[in-house]
C-alpha cells in the first residue's frame, strides 16, 4: 500500500528551501497538516543557517493554492467537527500556528521566493503578500474569496493589502471577492514578473540563486530594515536603518565582500 504523500513538500538544496504545496488533485487547498508542516518549514528556514532562502509554489499547473479546504480546515476552525488526527490537534493546540505558517507576527528575515503557477485564491493570496519577490506563470490568478463565504481574509490581507497596493485596488480585491488575471496582478504591483508557465520555475531559481549567493546578513538585515520601518516616522526609521548598518559593518562578511570584488573572485561569505 503506497503511503500518502505529504500535504507539503519540505526540500532543502543548497542552501535554497523550497516548499511545495502538494495537493493538486485539490488544487493544493490548505489542511490542518498544511498548516502544521508550513509552519515547521518557516522555523526550520529561520534557524538553519545553511539556508539562505525559500521558495514557495504548488504541485502541478492548475493551483499554487485556491485557500484553505473548505471541507477539513475550515469546519475544524468554526469547531463544526472535532479533530480526527495529530495534524488537526496540533493545530487546534497551538494558537499562534496559523499566523506564522501565514508569515504573521513571526520574525524571519530571510528572503522568500513565490513561483505561483495557477489558482491563488485566499490563502493563497495572502500568503503571497508576506514573500519578498514574487513570479507568477501567466496562467496565474490572484483572488481573496472570503467575503463570498461569508468569512474574512484574517491571514494577513486585511492589513497589508492596502500597504503593497493602492487603495481602491486593495479596496476591492478585499470587498468583491473577484479575482484578477497574472497581468493584473503585474500592473498593479503585487507580483514582480509573469512568465509562461515553462519558465516559471526557472525564474524562481535564478532569484534564489542570486539571493544564495550574497551575504545571508546584509539580506537579513536589509530585510529586517525595511520591515521595521515601514510606517514608522522618518526619523525612528532612520535610527532603525543605522543600528542595522552598523551591526552588519562589524561582520566578516562586510570584510570578505569589498576583497573579494577587489581580487576579482566570488565572495565566500560564512554569514559570521
Known amino acids: 500500500m503506497t503511503a500518502p504523500q505529504p500535504h507539503v513538500l519540505v526540500e532543502p538544496r543548497d542552501g535554497v528551501l523550497w516548499i511545495t504545496f502538494n495537493r493538486p488533485e485539490k488544487r493544493n487547498a490548505l489542511t490542518p497538516e498544511s498548516f502544521v508542516r508550513l509552519h515547521d518549514a518557516w522555523v526550520l528556514l529561520r534557524d538553519d543557517p545553511d539556508l539562505r532562502v525559500a521558495v514557495v509554489t504548488g504541485a502541478g499547473d492548475v493551483a499554487f493554492t485556491a485557500g484553505g479546504d473548505l471541507g477539513r ?156 520601518s515601514s510606517g514608522v516616522p522618518m526619523a525612528e526609521a532612520y535610527a532603525i536603518e543605522a543600528e542595522l548598518s552598523a551591526r552588519v559593518m562589524a561582520t566578516d562578511d562586510a570584510k570578505e565582500g569589498p576583497l573579494a570584488f577587489m581580487e576579482k573572485r566570488p565572495a565566500r561569505f560564512t554569514g559570521r
Open 73 to 228: 480546515l475550515i469546519p475544524l476552525m468554526t469547531k463544526a467537527r472535532q479533530p480526527e488526527d495529530e495534524w488537526d490537534e496540533r493545530m487546534l493546540g497551538d494558537p499562534g500556528l496559523m499566523d506564522i505558517a501565514l508569515l504573521k507576527n513571526v520574525e524571519l528575515y530571510k528572503p522568500v521566493v513565490a513561483a505561483v503557477n495557477g489558482w491563488a485564491l485566499a490563502g493563497g493570496t495572502e500568503l503571497l503578500q508576506a514573500t519578498d519577490i514574487r513570479v507568477a506563470s501567466t496562467r496565474a490568478r490572484f483572488g481573496l474569496t472570503e467575503a463570498k463565504r461569508g468569512i474574512v481574509p484574517g491571514g494577513g490581507s486585511m492589513a497589508r493589502l492596502a500597504r503593497q497596493v493602492p487603495w481602491c485596488l486593495a479596496m476591492e480585491i478585499l470587498l468583491t471577492g473577484d479575482d484578477i488575471s497574472a497581468d493584473d496582478a503585474f500592473r498593479i504591483g503585487l507580483v514582480n514578473r509573469v512568465v509562461e508557465p515553462d519558465e516559471l520555475l526557472p525564474t524562481a531559481q535564478r532569484y534564489a540563486d542570486t539571493l544564495a549567493a550574497n551575504g545571508p546578513l546584509a539580506l537579513a538585515a536589509i530585510k529586517e530594515a525595511v520591515v521595521r
